[in-house]
């Protein structure tokens, strides 16, 4: 069975101060692991696809990277805007025939001024 | 502005009515998709369509049912409400059933 687990639940930073959010995953074959920001009340907003081991991706202070057994997403410098839940998910490449995410549990980021 | 449109965006239901939560979509993607996001369970599949004409049974299927008549539409319906199914839903789309989804602002649901 998939399993996505992510850490740590909740992360608070001060203004400026860089971390890293964890996403560990065990899946039988790995189509694509996906990041979303889901802000209180909305629906998840997709920030990034990473296909195979040492893929990066990068948006503004955002940077997203992946091994076999888990992906890193980094924040750089956050501001308060950053403050939302951050969700990854993997999508496996055998025995669906369809797009199948499993979610892990979500990081909640909280940025103060 | 191109996207997903649900709705209604909230709903108080009573156990035992019957109720159809609209989605859709001018992006005109293929694949479509019905999630539930409950706390300390996260986001689970519901139902999906690969194609208009097509639908199929994601993790958590029981007592819901769509249809997909063309690429536009792809209504969820609960056929007799029970309060377990109180929760958030989100309607997503993709181009193909193997690339990214984008999700719609969600139907926030209570049956009591």
């Known amino acids: 069975e998939d399993q996505v687990t992510q850490s740590p639940e909740a992360l608070r930073l001060q203004e400026g101060e860089s971390s890293s959010l964890n996403c560990s995953y065990t899946v039988s074959g790995l189509r694509g692991l996906f990041w979303y920001r889901q802000d209180p009340g909305k629906g998840p907003e997709f920030l990034f696809t990473?296909?195979?081991a040492g893929e990066e991706k990068e948006k503004e202070r955002l940077k997203a990277t992946l091994t076999k057994k888990e992906s890193f997403l980094h924040i750089t410098a956050p501001k308060p805007e950053d403050s939302a839940t951050y969700l990854c998910a993997v999508q496996t490449a055998g025995g669906t025939s369809y797009g199948k995410l499993t979610f892990g549990q979500g990081t909640i980021l909280t940025v103060h001024p | 502005i191109a996207g997903i449109t649900q709705a209604p965006t909230s709903q108080i239901l009573a156990a035992g009515r019957r109720m159809t939560l609209r989605c859709t979509q001018d992006?005109?993607?293929?694949?479509m998709y019905w999630y539930r996001q409950d706390l300390g369970l996260g986001l689970r599949l519901i139902h999906y369509?690969?194609?208009?004409?097509?639908?199929g049974k994601g993790e958590v299927p029981d007592g819901y049912s769509v249809s997909r008549a063309n690429t536009d539409d792809f209504p969820l319906t609960l056929a007799s409400a029970v309060p377990s199914q109180t929760s958030v839903y989100f309607c997503a789309t993709s181009r193909d059933f193997d690339t990214e989804a984008f999700f719609g602002q969600g139907t926030r649901l209570t049956v009591v």
């Open positions: 369509s690969n194609t208009a004409g097509t639908t």
């Open positions: 990473l296909y195979s």
């Open positions: 992006m005109r993607h293929n694949a």
